[in-house]
């Protein structure tokens, strides 16, 4: 038994770093594609940035004051949708807008009360679309309150979609990674992601995956028409995946990787912060099947905690032999996210401490869901439990 469990946890990573679309290989999802050649008399790529924004007071002056510092040929400008704010987040926005001299590319709109059947993110999403298309963008930038722009952030992703072509195009943003428990937690989740969608397959048209990161998604206005706009997904809680699958669906073509230099600007710190960051999606992830639950759990034990378990503990040869080639394969496998990061490849060693509390983080998300409070975020439930 214990050399067939030895021989299953070579197989899972062998599968893993040879047959999932190489997902780890982050350094590779972020590179840029060579910009395509402009003509002299091309208009300037039009783009409208939406920002969704509540209570991000403390952070958006900074996101603002990014997205205007863009570099490029473009015609840029931004609609932030308050979104029943209590702190001054639009006052923030404006004042950053003013100091940077370009007050005249930021329109702040209050959001209206939120619509039946809509996510709050989603329905102040739909507002700023609304009043970004009197503009006719060739594309529209979603984009959240907390995140920081590098200066190429914006040029990098048009040249991406324009060269691909590709109909939507997403970066994950550089986490925010300091504390301790920010170190253990958040490049794991960045593995995990790219884990369950690999951007190899979902820029695939061959493949059904798709997915894409919510704090930084490019897209064509008619690709999202096509693909039934936001009110197709206005429920989701998963919202940015929901429209990289609905745009697939519909014909569209999908760019996801990784930016080392735009980033979030919210700090986790704690891991119960990091804990209900997991425990606001993971169970909606599953499509509350408590099956499903059970049986992710248990492929988690056996993909990260039987390989050091066999290597550290059985007391045969093989079975030993085996578990430590699944653990170093798991461990390089992780590496290129820590080089990301920036953080020593020693952090490979806790990949197994991870995933026990992503483990935990599961069963606390089916808990909120079970008791009614699924999704909580920002004093909202947005995944209440079905009638």
């Known amino acids: 038994m214990l050399f067939a469990a030895g021989i299953l946890s070579l197989l899972i990573w062998g599968y893993l770093l040879l047959g999932r679309g190489g997902f780890w290989r982050i350094h590779h999802a972020a590179s840029p594609l060579p910009a395509p050649a402009r003509l002299a008399n091309e208009s300037p790529v039009r783009i409208a940035v939406i920002v969704p924004a ?5 952070v958006v002056g900074r996101a603002i004051s990014s997205l205007l510092r863009q570099a490029g040929p473009y015609s840029l400008h931004i609609f932030l949708v308050d979104d029943g704010s209590t702190d001054g987040t639009a006052q923030a926005a404006r004042e950053a807008a003013a100091l940077a001299g370009r007050a005249e590319m930021l329109t702040v709109s209050q959001g209206q009360p939120l619509a039946p059947g809509w996510s709050g993110k989603l329905w102040a999403m739909q507002q700023g679309i609304g009043l970004a298309r009197l503009s006719a963008p060739d594309f529209f930038l979603f984009t959240d309150a907390d995140v920081e722009h590098a200066p190429g952030s914006v040029s990098a992703l048009v ?38 969608y690999p951007p190899a397959w979902i ?45 697939k669906r519909s014909g569209g073509r999908l760019w996801l990787g990784a930016s080392a230099t735009t ?8 891991f119960s912060e990091i804990g209900r960051m997991i425990s606001r999606n993971a169970f909606n992830q599953l499509h509350h099947s408590s099956l499903l639950l059970l049986l992710s759990v248990l492929g988690m034990v056996v993909t990260y905690l039987l390989p050091p378990a066999l290597a550290l503990l059985s ?49 606390h998300s089916a808990w909120k869901y079970w008791t009614g409070r699924g999704g909580e975020w920002k004093g909202r439930v947005q995944d209440p439990v079905e009638s």
């Open 263 to 270: 980033r979030s600007l919210r700090p986790y710190g704690s």
């Open 315 to 363: 007391n045969r040869a093989w079975p030993a032999a085996l578990g430590a080639v699944a653990w170093i394969l798991m461990m390089l496998s992780y590496v290129p996210v820590l080089r990301l990061y920036r953080l020593s490849p020693l952090w490979a060693l806790a990949l197994p401490l991870a995933a026990v509390f992503y483990m935990g983080a599961t069963f």
């Open 54 to 58: 509540r209570n991000e007071a403390d």
């Open 159 to 196: 040249q991406i979609a324009r060269s691909g072509p590709y109909d939507l195009a997403s970066f994950m943003v550089k986490l925010y990674c300091e504390t301790p428990s920010e170190k253990l937690l958040i490049p794991a989740f960045v593995f995990f992601f790219f884990k369950l």
């Open 203 to 247: 820029a695939n048209p061959s493949r059904s995956a798709a997915g894409a990161a919510g704090g930084c998604v490019l897209i064509r206005p008619a690709a999202l028409e096509q693909a039934g706009g936001l009110e197709a997904i206005r429920q989701e809680v998963i919202d940015d995946c929901s429209l990289a699958a609905r745009v």
